[in-house]
């Protein structure tokens, strides 16, 4: 059975000031994109550094990242004709640190979407609808999980709408 243990979260932001702007979702975008997050999964074999996903090192680098993919720190937003549009507005990537005493195996040998491989993905209630306030959901989370004896996980949500831009 695997069990998440959340340490702690945090947002991270660009380590130095970014654009603030507005841009556009295009209407093909609009059209066939649904709101919410797409949940993505990787493993990551040790490669010997001292500071293989450190969070700490992660959150740095992560800082550097965001001044050169600035709207990705930005929230979503309606403007006064109703479109959606990405408000570069400098808010933050949602960060989490977490950890498990699961082993491997606690998943099962295929992998195939199920209960224990759900369990990987933060349960956050993070799935809006069409009528929550989109500026209060950051356009990317990120939690990292020392997990399975020493093999690190990043766990990927991202916006729908950002991954189509």
């Given at each position: ?74 929230r979503l937003a ?88």
């Amino acid at each position: 059975m695997v069990k998440i243990n959340i340490k702690k979260s945090c947002l991270v932001r660009p380590v130095q000031d970014t654009p603030n702007e507005r841009l556009w979702v295009s209407k093909l975008d609009l059209q066939f994109t649904k709101r919410g997050y797409i949940p993505t999964v990787y493993f990551y074999r040790h490669n010997g550094s001292s500071n293989f996903f450190e969070a700490e090192a992660l959150k740095e680098a992560l800082t550097k990242v965001l001044v050169i993919y600035y709207p990705v720190a930005g929230r979503l937003a309606v403007d006064e004709n109703g479109r959606i549009e990405i408000n570069c507005n400098n808010e933050g990537v949602l960060f989490v640190e977490a950890d498990t005493d699961s082993v491997l195996d606690d998943l099962g040998h295929d992998f195939t979407p199920g209960e224990q491989v759900m369990k990987l993905v933060p349960t956050l209630a993070l799935n809006y609808s069409s009528d929550t306030d989109l500026s209060t959901y950051p356009l990317l989370l990120l939690q990292v999980r020392t997990i399975f004896t020493e093999k690190p996980k990043l766990t990927f949500w991202e916006s729908y709408l950002l991954a189509s831009v």
